[in-house]
């Protein structure tokens, strides 16, 4: 197990792929989740799809090494290891109550499950997933 218990709740932690970059998140805060399948998402990972978290910037710390960021839209900032490339979060430029982290980052990745598909109007034909869940063709949910 690599989750810690305290009383501001569980602590799971995650980073890059080469090790660069470390972060801890509060699993009990999260408040959303989420298959993206928008071209900036597939572009940025080189992937299919984007599995997200959603919780409060205050749930969330890189613990270390820090990310570099770029614009990947008018209002949005996306965080990814400088080594590496692992693409780790995603956050607005102008301060909002909750920031994005990719799942797959996470060192226990199977904790938390994508309860929604979003931007399916861009999914690529042959990536499909097997599930019933929730599926919008634009932001949604
Ligand atoms: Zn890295
Ligand atoms: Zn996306």
């Given at each position: 197990m690599t989750g810690e218990s305290s009383a501001q709740g569980k602590l799971e932690h995650g980073g890059c792929l080469c090790g660069r970059v470390r972060y801890a998140l509060r699993?009990?805060?999260?408040?959303g989740t989420g298959y993206c399948h928008c071209r900036a998402c597939q572009r940025s990972a080189g992937a299919p799809v984007l599995a997200w978290l959603t919780l409060p910037v205050a749930g969330f710390a890189y613990i270390k090494g820090r990310p570099a960021q770029y614009l990947s839209s008018k209002a949005y900032m996306r965080e990814f290891c400088v080594d590496c490339g692992t693409q780790i979060a995603f956050r607005g430029v102008d301060p909002e109550p909750t920031l994005d982290v990719t799942i797959?980052?996470?060192?226990?990745?199977?904790?938390v499950q994508p309860n929604k598909h979003i931007?399916?109007?861009?999914?690529?034909?042959w990536f499909e997933t097997a599930d019933d869940l929730p599926r919008h063709a634009h932001g949604g949910g």
């Open positions: 699993v009990d805060e999260i408040s797959a980052s996470l060192d226990e990745p199977a904790l931007w399916c109007e861009s999914r690529i034909g």
